[in-house]
């Protein structure tokens, strides 16, 4: 399995860039689909994420109303429109596709892409 994204680079402060990610191989039992970030010196932490049942979605306190997720679980594809950009949003960004349940759940991870935010 290997996710693949796309998207980021550079922004300015109160301007929109927008991640995809899609997923090659074969993943049993999609759960969920999400974007985490890892800033300079800090641990990574989840931005949103999005289940595949009902397409729930959650947000980060400091993203709620500036960024949005999609995803396409049958395509295994999901997206992230990142809308008033500030400097903190520069990191890694990170997406992730969770499968499985119990000992038999396993997390894949993208490569991950660098956004870069300058005020």
């Known amino acids: 399995v290997q996710l693949q994204a796309s998207g980021g680079g550079s922004g300015q402060a109160g301007g929109s860039l927008r991640l995809s990610c899609a997923a090659s191989?074969?993943?049993?039992?999609?759960?969920?689909m999400a974007w985490f970030r890892q800033a300079p010196g800090k641990q990574r932490e989840l931005v949103t994420s999005i289940t595949a049942t009902g397409g729930v979605t959650n947000y980060a306190d400091d993203v709620k109303g500036r960024f949005t997720i999609s995803a396409d679980i049958a395509k295994k594809t999901v997206s992230l429109s990142m809308n008033q950009l500030k400097p903190e949003d520069t990191a890694v960004y990170y997406c992730?596709?969770?499968?499985?349940?119990?000992?038999?759940?396993?997390?894949?991870w993208g490569q991950g892409t660098l956004v870069t935010v300058s005020s």
């Open positions: 992730n596709v969770r499968a499985g349940w119990g000992s038999l759940r396993s997390d894949y």
């Open positions: 191989g074969r993943i049993v039992g999609i759960n969920s």
